[in-house]
């Protein structure tokens, strides 16, 4: 390439400009690849593939609407399955789910041997609340390739929310198998460990996914403890005060340098796999969690002088971290709480934190609203201050599984097609029995499922 030449003058032909565009985004160098598509674009104008492609360039940098648009313009030039199959996932994330169904269903028809396609429909399906389907188009893509990681998982959590735990289980070790999924063990020359007792032996169970899956999984500990002599963890500091207080936890640390020598290791996560969980076997020794008795008195005392008794205290949490996979579907505003907020007879405690702390600054609900969030520096604050509520009305997040795993009684805000571990259409958990479970009618419905939290707390039922 000669000096002040640019990228996109190396190619001969569109053909050739496209392809090298594919090669730059599947390395990530998503400028380049857009500057050879805009190239190649110039050339031919109505290339298909190359208006593919520009689409798959916007996904990849986050530009979704943009990318739907250049979907659809390339379908309209030319309808490949493999634009359909794309956009089916276009289609879904932005939650335009006959489109995403009917998209995908075309490009099954005319690739029914793609098996990313049935991936893609599994996780469509598991989300418009079809598990069964979910199962059929998995296990579909798995017949033309087996080492399909996303086909695996989609397998996983289609059977695990239809209480299939035996087949669940095995089929959720393909997580961390995921295209960049980062290895939750950096640690060379450790072993997995097979859930077999090793006498007077140490493992490493490392708190992995998210802070709900630590808190959830964490009441495995004692039952490891009974095989192993020692037992290490490593989880962020904000879960220590609490998981680190759990009985059989030897030593606790949240950077890798303090890895003490251990003979196997594994995550909290594959813990009931080992343990053998089924339905009706779920450990549940509520509360398993205890806030610090320092902090307690120091919360408790806090929320008497905010909030004096008399009037029923009700914490909030309606938006999880921005970060989480899911959390599209699962977070909501602060405003989409005005039918429980109206309800002047209560004192609501923001217990929030992240992003949406900021939306108590526009705050208009008839009733009390207290905003703790930003001086919880830990688990172990929100714990201490969940003791002194009367009740935790949350979304699906982390929040959640503290008042949960501390015994307090906390009603859930599912989406329509929730996280496997809540099952399906129940309004108990057997992961938590002092959690209620309240599920919308259709997509989206967060209307209809604050209405009946509000109606809910109107008649008491939480006492």
């Not at 399955?81 to 789910?97: A, D, V």
């Not at 598991?126 to 017949?143: D, I, M, N, Q, S």
């Amino acid at each position: 390439m000669k000096g002040g030449s640019t990228i996109a003058e190396v190619a001969d032909s569109p053909e050739d400009l496209v392809k090298r565009a594919g090669e730059f985004e599947r390395e990530g160098k998503l400028p380049e690849a857009l500057e050879l598509i805009d190239k190649a674009l110039e050339i031919r104008p109505r290339y298909a593939e190359a208006v593919h492609t520009k689409g798959v360039i916007a996904y990849r940098q986050g530009r979704l609407a943009d990318a739907v648009k250049f979907m659809e313009d390339s379908i309209e030039i030319e309808p490949q399955p493999k634009y359909l199959r794309n956009i089916c996932e276009g289609y879904r994330i932005q939650g335009r789910y006959d489109e995403a169904l009917e998209a995908g269903g075309r490009a099954s028809k005319l690739d029914p041997n793609d098996p990313i396609c049935h991936s893609n429909l599994s996780v469509l399906h598991y989300e418009r609340g079809e598990p069964e389907k979910a199962v059929f188009h998995a296990e579909r893509a798995l017949a033309l390739n087996t080492n399909q990681p996303s086909a695996h998982l989609g397998l996983a959590e289609a059977l695990l929310i239809q209480s299939d735990f035996a087949r669940g289980w095995e089929e959720y070790e393909w997580r961390y198998k995921l295209p960049g999924v980062p290895n939750p063990m950096p640690l060379e020359n450790i072993p997995p460990w097979d859930g077999k007792p090793i006498e007077n032996g140490s493992v490493l169970l490392v708190a992995d996914q998210g802070y709900g899956d630590g808190i959830q999984f964490s009441r495995y500990i004692p039952w490891v403890k009974k095989r192993v002599g020692k037992v290490v963890v490593a989880c962020s500091k904000e879960l220590q005060p609490l998981i680190g207080k759990i009985p059989g936890v030897d030593v606790i640390f949240d950077a890798w340098a303090a890895c003490p020598k251990v003979d196997a290791w594994e995550t909290m996560s594959g813990l009931p796999r080992h343990h053998g969980t089924r339905l009706g076997a779920i450990p549940a020794a509520i509360p398993y969690l205890h806030p610090q008795p320092e902090a307690r008195a120091r919360w408790a005392a806090r929320l008497d002088q905010l909030a004096p008794p008399g009037r029923p205290r009700i914490g909030l949490v309606w938006a999880g971290r921005p970060t989480h996979m899911n959390d599209r579907n699962r977070t909501i505003t602060l405003s989409r709480l005005a039918a429980i907020t109206e309800l002047d007879q209560f004192n609501f405690i923001s217990l929030q934190k992240g992003p949406a702390t900021e939306q108590v600054g526009g705050y208009f609900g008839r009733a009390p609203l207290i905003n703790l969030g930003p001086e919880l520096d830990n688990f172990g604050d929100s714990a201490a201050v969940i003791e002194a509520l009367d009740l935790l009305v949350c979304v699906d997040t982390s929040v959640g599984h503290v008042a949960g795993a501390i015994g307090k009684p906390v009603w859930v805000m599912l989406p329509y097609a929730p996280d496997w571990r809540w099952l399906r259409e129940r309004t108990d958990t057997p992961w938590y029995p002092n959690m209620r479970l309240f599920r919308p009618p259709a997509p989206k419905d967060w209307d209809g499922v604050t209405a009946a939290v509000a109606a809910a707390l109107r008649a008491g039922e939480w006492k």
